[in-house]
Structure formats: structure tokens, C-alpha cells
């Protein structure tokens, strides 16, 4: 079942934040997030395991929150290069065929005007 | 530099004209993966090879094949292509398996149209 992301799309200006949030039903295991610029393939930014954890690298930082199977992802003073389209990929707790494999929510696009 | 490789960048092919697209890494990664990104979409995984163990998605439609020789390659075959098969296909690698906590390297993809 594919989690699901808001806001649908966020337009900022240079210098402010943004919060992107993923809400999965199912007991995750795991959280990736991605951004992927037009026509490029998605790039790795984190994974967050089951444990409630915060990561954080440079001005982009998610926490999980396990109890309630959600993942908020917090750009901070954004910049242009920020832009493009955010994926949250859940994984599943183990057990069963899905173990292992990521299904990614709908994506959240993030515009940064100067 | 470049760790996972796909090619062509850029197919097109004619409805039911089967087409393959390749994938190889230099990671010496256990997983690969094939997934299909329509425009405005998340990636969708299509199958997944743990070494040569291959798995299938169960809504993976039949006309999608895949192989992997070895672990630095991995093909997709469409064998009838339909207008509704037009998508990004990407690759995607990993060390490890199911909650180890490892990142998926993706490949800069193939666009493949169907006309």
C-alpha cells in the first residue's frame, strides 16, 4: 500500500523551510527519502529505521516516528538547488513477500524561487 | 565514476516490437532492481534480483521479462511493447536486503516511447 505524502507541492523562496510528511498504515521497518530533478534519476538524501530516530545532513533532517508510522522530512533556509520532487519509500516490517522492498508515496514538489 | 549504468538512455520502439534495456553496475552490489516511473508517478518495482534469486512483483504484467547474467548486469525485456509501456524504466542497486538500513543507487534511467 503506498504511503502517503503531504503538502502535494510547496513553492518557497530562498532562505525559508519546509516540512514534507509521510503517513503509511502499515508498520514500516523503514523510511527512505529521495529527491529526483526533471528527467534525472532519484537521489538518496536518508533512511530512518524503526527506533524513532533523527537524522540530519547539512540543512535537511527527517525523523520517524514509528508508533505512528510517520516520516517528516525538514528542509531548513532553503536553497535553488533544493528543487524538485521528493519520495518517501516505506519498507515494511519483516515477514511476508514485501519484506525488503520499498514503495514509494506520491511525491511532493518543492519549487524555490530566488 | 559512474556506478550504475543504463542504456540506452533513450529508446523508442514500435508497439509489439520487443525491446530490451540494460542495466550494469560497478558497485558489486547483491540487489538489483527494475522499476517503472510514468510521467507525474512514483517508481514502481517491477522485480528484484537478490544475487540470482529473482522475484516478481505480483502485478507485474507477463509481458515484462528480466535476466541477470551475472552480478554486474541486468536486462529488461519487454516483449510487446503496448503505448501504455511509454515510462522512465531505472535501475537501482543495493548491498544489503530488508531493514539493513541500505540505500538504493539508482541509475540515470531510460526513457523508452512506443510508438
Known amino acids: 500500500q503506498q504511503p502517503v505524502q503531504s503538502p502535494q507541492a510547496v513553492i518557497l523562496r530562498e532562505g525559508e523551510d519546509a516540512v514534507i510528511n509521510c503517513s503509511s498504515s502499515k508498520a514500516l521497518y523503514s523510511v527512505h527519502w529521495y529527491r529526483q530533478k526533471h528527467g534525472e534519476a532519484p537521489v538518496f538524501l536518508m533512511i530512518?529505521?524503526?527506533?524513532?530516530e533523527q537524522k540530519g545532513h547539512d540543512k535537511i533532517s527527517a525523523s520517524f516516528n514509528e508508533k505512528k508510522q510517520q516520516s517528516s522530512l525538514y528542509l531548513t533556509a532553503s536553497q535553488l538547488s533544493y528543487s524538485g520532487t521528493y519520495f518517501c519509500?516505506?519498507?515494511?516490517?519483516?515477514?511476508?513477500?514485501?519484506?525488503?522492498?520499498?514503495?514509494f508515496g506520491q511525491g511532493t514538489i518543492l519549487t524555490v524561487h530566488p | 565514476d559512474a556506478m550504475v549504468i543504463q542504456n540506452p538512455r533513450y529508446q523508442v520502439t514500435q508497439f509489439g516490437k520487443p525491446v530490451t534495456l540494460s542495466c550494469s553496475q560497478t558497485?558489486?552490489?547483491?540487489?538489483m532492481y527494475w522499476y517503472q516511473q510514468k510521467s507525474s508517478q512514483a517508481p514502481k518495482l517491477l522485480f528484484h534480483?537478490?544475487?540470482?534469486?529473482?522475484?516478481n512483483e505480483a502485478d507485474t504484467p507477463d509481458n515484462f521479462q528480466s535476466r541477470r547474467p551475472n552480478t554486474s548486469f541486468c536486462f529488461l525485456d519487454i516483449r510487446s511493447p503496448g503505448l501504455g509501456d511509454a515510462a522512465m524504466y531505472l535501475c537501482?542497486?543495493?548491498?544489503?536486503?530488508?531493514?539493513?538500513?541500505?540505500?538504493?543507487?539508482f541509475g540515470p534511467g531510460t526513457r523508452l516511447t512506443v510508438t
Open positions: 558497485l558489486n552490489h547483491n540487489v
Open positions: 537501482a542497486t543495493s548491498r544489503g536486503w530488508g531493514g539493513s538500513g541500505y540505500e538504493q543507487y
Open positions: 534480483y537478490y544475487d540470482k534469486d529473482f522475484n
Open positions: 519509500g516505506t519498507e515494511k516490517v519483516a515477514g511476508g513477500t514485501s519484506y525488503g522492498k520499498l514503495t
Open positions: 530512518l529505521l524503526k527506533g524513532g
